[in-house]
């Protein structure tokens, strides 16, 4: 079975810490994805990697960045946290897809952040 | 961008059918639908490719209709573990990511 882990399940933090969430999938996905989640918006994209360095933005980078230097871990990183994102972030991966689309998604537990 | 899903909510009966219907305003190379349980991960339920293609679970039922650029998830007789909040994601760029609309959530009662 694929596995997803997200380094904690619950994190509180202040204002202005940096904050560091890890990712590790063992199923040797190419694509690994950031999303956070809010009430009423659904799954938004923040960062997503195709490869090892390789990052490109999603639809919400702001505040955020990523790191992936080895293929199997992503992380993303808070440089100052702000109240606003108090969330829940969700990483997931994916095979690369052969017909070139995305492929499946199999998503780790998520980590509810509260900035205070 | 965001696609747009209908109904936000919906409650059924066992045994009693549902459509959630995912709609976006760009053209859509293909359609994902995910089913998320209270406090759990987003589980992938199917793919649905441009062309008429479908990759998923043999017991749910989708339409893509490329055209009018929207998706239909048919959830037949359906049971209480049915019960979850459903989202599609499209690809509108022939890339690696998805856009997710912001979910249906499904209750089923007995």
């Known amino acids: 079975d694929v596995k997803v882990t997200q380094s904690s399940r619950y994190l509180v933090k202040r204002t202005g810490e940096k904050v560091f969430l890890e990712c590790v999938q063992d199923?040797?996905?190419?694509?690994m994805f950031w999303y956070r989640q809010d009430p009423g918006l659904g799954l938004r994209l923040i960062y997503f990697?195709?490869?090892?360095?390789?990052?490109e933005k999603g639809d919400i980078p702001e505040g955020y960045s990523v790191s992936r230097e080895k293929k199997e871990r992503f992380s993303l990183i808070l440089e100052s946290a702000s109240t606003n994102q108090t969330s829940m972030y969700l990483c997931?991966?994916?095979?690369?897809?052969?017909?070139?689309?995305?492929?499946?998604?199999?998503f780790g537990p998520g980590t509810r952040l509260t900035v205070t | 961008q965001q696609p747009v899903q209908s109904p936000q909510a919906v409650i059924l009966r066992e045994g009693e059918d549902a459509v959630i219907n995912c709609s976006s305003s760009?053209?859509?190379?293909?359609v994902h639908w995910y089913r998320q349980k209270h406090g759990e991960a987003p589980v992938f339920l199917m793919i649905l490719l441009k062309g008429g293609e479908q990759k998923g679970h043999e017991k749910i039922s989708a339409s893509f209709n490329e055209k009018k650029q929207q998706s239909s998830l048919y959830l037949t007789a359906s049971q209480l573990s049915y019960s979850g909040t459903y989202f599609c994601g499209v690809d509108m760029e022939y890339g690696n990511k998805l856009v997710f609309g912001a979910g249906t959530i499904l209750r089923v009662k007995s």
């Open positions: 997931a991966s994916s095979p690369f897809d052969l017909a070139g689309g995305p492929g499946e998604q199999y």
């Open positions: 760009k053209a859509l190379y293909s």
């Open positions: 990697s195709y490869d090892v360095k390789m990052k």
């Open positions: 199923m040797d996905h190419e694509n």
